[in-house]
């Protein structure tokens, strides 16, 4: 999964806009907060349902007797491929989104990326599963702050950044048709590389974002949607790599 919509224009460097005391920069980033948790509370419920609860379950997965992941219905290869459709989809379709139609899309994407994530907890114990999840919250959490805070410009390192996202795509789909020996490995480590970085330097784009808009609410609502689906993105894609290791698998 990659970002969507991360073309912020950044008006002035980091280290000239003055964060200290700004009440409605604050408002708007837990604006942006309380968005990224409800969509990691839903996306949760959905991946317990979609893996623990059977009439659900046997729609989306191949489940052996003693409860392990053997394969995907029709169903669930839709669902698994529904996030990425949708992305491309609105990438074309909303050239001028509103509060509205960008709300409808975050929850719509978190909706379908959170009944994917039920593969997860058949493939892993739970306990690795709430280990790592622990984890990624507090990384996401030191990293955004970094973000927030830092008088350092970022821009050029985004930059970076999405090139390397660009690359990292590419290797994964080479290793879907290749199977290349610990191509894996160093999928996962450049991968929570990258969304590390991408946590920091998104929060402080939304930060410079706020100040461009100069107080148009409806501005404020869409890049709130889209600020809080770049963050989701970014932690589910942080979740998956560090499970790759820290996961027990079944």
Do not use: C, E
């Not at 306990?127 to 507090?138: M, Y």
């Not at 590390?196 to 410079?208: E, F």
């Not at 148009?216 to 894609?237: E, H, K, P």
Request: no cysteine; glycine share 12%.
């Amino acid at each position: 999964m990659s970002d969507y919509n991360r073309g912020y224009a950044r008006p002035v460097p980091a280290a000239g806009a003055d964060m200290a005391v700004d009440a409605g920069l604050r408002a708007f980033m837990l604006g942006v907060y309380n968005k990224v948790a409800l969509g990691l509370l839903l996306s949760g419920v959905l991946a317990w349902l979609t893996s623990s609860y059977a009439p659900v379950a046997n729609l989306l997965y191949v489940i052996t007797p003693d409860g392990r992941l053997a394969g995907f219905t029709v169903l669930g290869t839709v669902i698994r491929f529904a996030p990425l459709a949708m992305m491309l989809v609105a990438m074309f379709a909303m050239r001028n989104p509103t509060a509205r139609s960008s709300g409808l899309l975050y929850w719509a994407l978190v909706a379908s990326i959170g009944a994917g994530l039920g593969i997860w907890l058949l493939v892993y114990t739970g306990a690795s599963v709430a280990s790592t999840f622990l984890v990624t919250a507090a990384a996401f959490g030191g990293l955004s702050l970094y973000g927030y805070t830092t008088k350092r410009d970022l821009g050029p390192i985004g930059s970076f950044l999405i090139m390397g996202l660009i690359g990292l795509v590419i290797a994964s789909l080479a290793q879907v048709f290749f199977h290349l020996p610990g191509l894996n490995f160093i999928i996962s480590a450049v991968g929570v590389l990258i969304f590390s970085g991408l946590i920091a330097y998104d929060t402080q784009n939304l930060k410079m974002s706020y100040y461009q808009m100069g107080g148009d609410q409806q501005a404020m609502s869409v890049a709130t949607n889209y600020g809080a689906l770049n963050l989701y993105v970014n932690f589910i894609n942080l979740f998956q790599f560090l499970l790759q290791f820290m996961g027990n698998r079944r």
